[in-house]
């Protein structure tokens, strides 16, 4: 069973940063692709980025790609995701999701529908 646990949101000011956590619990560390999602209210799930190993080069959402940054540790079971430069529409919900390599390289990994295992979420707000 795999169990994923988010930590390290909350409030921050326009231009700020925030770093988020997400920590794994597998029964198996070899192949698992991590990835980061985020909702606001009324809106759907959008994916922020994807990283599989820590060798690997992650991917991002365009919008996204010059101010987060994704990494991993090296034991694999710990993903990151350090917000930079963060806006008012940053504000979110914010899930991390686990899944086969092809999550990542099936070419849909932006998809929430091709993660099957999914966080409890983190809550990040951003005032101006």
């Known amino acids: 069973q795999v169990q994923l646990v988010e930590s390290g949101g909350g409030s921050a000011q326009a231009g700020g940063s925030l770093r988020l956590s997400c920590a794994a619990s597998l029964y198996t560390v070899n192949s698992y692709c991590m990835a980061w999602f985020r909702q606001a209210p009324g809106k759907e799930r959008e994916g922020v980025g994807a990283?599989?190993?820590?060798?690997?080069?992650?991917f991002y959402a365009d919008s996204m790609k010059d101010r987060f940054t994704i990494s991993q540790d090296s034991a694999i079971t710990t993903v990151f995701l350090q917000m930079d430069s963060l806006k008012p529409e940053d504000a979110a919900m914010y899930f991390c999701?686990?899944?086969?390599?092809?999550?990542?390289?099936?070419?849909?990994?932006?998809?929430?529908?091709?993660?099957?295992?999914w966080g409890q979420g983190t809550q990040v707000t951003v005032s101006s």
């Open positions: 999701a686990a899944g086969s390599p092809s999550a990542c390289y099936g070419g849909s990994w932006y998809d929430s529908r091709v993660w099957p295992y």
């Open positions: 990283i599989y190993r820590p060798s690997a080069a992650p």
